[in-house]
Every structure is written in structure tokens, then in C-alpha cells.
Antibody, heavy 116, light 111 residues
């Protein structure tokens, strides 16, 4: 079955960028619809962006447009999410998740702490 | 601020039935987009509980059921068990935002 393994925790200073990876095993990345979801401490889930299977395009949440970049390395079946211009409010757990009708497989989450 | 509104909390005694509402609008649930539900136990990643409005993935007990009507959707948990104590989120697509959205989340407490 498909498994998603994410990179480890990060601590960044305000203004820096962070790049989180999500390694896919048990399937080919190109056949999956990958999404990224953020969860701030004690808060709810927030969709950041992902692959829209209906039109084959990658789409980003309006809130993150211009600050987030999602890429994929098909040679290693690894997806990446890079968030720039970090601020303290970006402190959160970031999840990768896949699914075409609901997100049915999730990574374990990567904690990103933004602190001076 | 999410466009899908859920009650902050619901509670029930073991064995009881509880429902969680997910209220949207004509640009998401009312536009015909599917609603999915997730369960998140403390300190863990979310788990898909219901997909496509009312379908259960393999392994999800039939105590969990989902429905959709108009601009709203609901998740019902019957025969409430202690292990059901968790946060629950609905999710859909919104065409005015051109992206996916999660509900505000509901904490279920088993009394």
C-alpha cells in the first residue's frame, strides 16, 4: 500500500524559507494527487495547495499564493513544499496527503517552528 | 476563517448517537461538490472517515455515516465509543476560492 514519509522537524528564523519533503513508497508519484495541509498549534486543518485531478493542474490556496511552491521529483517519487518569507504565524505541522476523492493517505507530519 | 462551518464541540454518552453538521454555501457544498470527513486523534495525522458524501473506506466501522443535502452535510456516529473521542473535519471544494477547504472542526467528547 501507499506510504508517505516526511522530512524531519525544522526551526527557522522569520523571513527564511523552509522546504519539506514527502517520499512516496508503494506507488508512483505521477499517478497520485498530492496535497499539502497545514495545522497551527491548537488550530484546525488548512489546505495549502495540491494537484487538481479534474484539470491536471496544481492549484494553491489564495492565502498562500506567491509564498508557496510545490514541486515533485518523479525520479525519486518525492514531493516538496517550500514556504518562503516565514513568520511566527507559520509555526505549524505540515502534512502531505494523497487522494482523488478525499485524502486517504497522509504523511506523519513535519513540525516547522518559526522563531527568532 | 473557513467557509465550512462546524459546531466547535459535541458530546454524548457511550452508546448514544451524535451528529456533526457542516454548513457551506452555493459555491461549495451547494454547488454539488463532494464532502469528505476526517477523524484526527490527538497527536496524530488525520484519517479519512467518509469520502464522496457517504462512502466509508475499508476498515471504517459502519457506526460512521455521512449525508449531504443542499448546502450542508452531516456526519453521524452511532453507538458512540470512548475511542471516538477526537476532532472531526469536513472538507469540500469551493469554486469561488478555486481550491479545497476544510471545515472549522468539531471536538467530540464521550461523557
Amino acid at each position: 500500500q501507499v506510504q508517505l514519509v516526511q522530512s524531519g522537524a525544522e526551526v527557522k528564523k522569520p523571513g527564511a524559507s523552509v522546504k519539506v519533503s514527502c517520499k512516496v513508497s508503494g506507488y508512483t508519484l505521477t499517478e497520485l494527487s498530492m496535497h499539502w495541509v497545514r495545522q497551527a498549534p491548537g488550530k484546525g486543518l488548512e489546505w495549502m495547495g495540491g494537484f487538481d485531478p479534474e484539470d491536471g493542474e496544481r492549484i494553491y490556496a489564495q492565502k498562500f499564493q506567491g509564498r508557496v511552491t510545490m514541486t515533485e521529483d518523479t525520479s525519486t517519487d518525492t514531493a516538496y513544499m517550500e514556504l518562503s518569507s516565514l513568520r511566527s504565524e507559520d509555526t505549524a505541522v505540515f502534512y502531505c496527503a494523497i487522494g482523488r476523492n478525499g485524502m486517504d493517505v497522509w504523511g506523519q507530519g513535519t513540525t516547522v517552528t518559526v522563531s527568532s | 476563517q473557513s467557509v465550512l462551518t462546524q459546531p466547535p464541540s459535541v458530546s454524548g454518552a457511550p452508546g448514544q448517537r451524535v451528529t456533526i453538521s457542516c454548513t457551506g454555501s452555493s459555491s461549495n457544498i451547494g454547488a454539488g461538490y463532494d464532502v469528505h470527513w476526517y477523524q484526527q486523534l490527538p497527536g496524530t495525522a488525520p484519517k479519512l472517515l467518509i469520502y464522496g458524501n457517504g462512502n466509508r473506506p475499508s476498515g471504517v466501522p459502519d457506526r460512521f455515516s455521512g449525508s449531504k443535502s443542499g448546502t450542508s452535510a452531516s456526519l453521524a456516529i452511532s453507538g458512540l465509543q470512548a475511542e471516538d473521542e477526537a476532532d472531526y473535519y469536513c472538507q469540500s471544494y469551493d469554486n469561488s476560492l478555486s481550491g479545497y477547504v476544510f471545515g472549522t472542526g468539531t471536538k467530540v467528547t464521550v461523557l
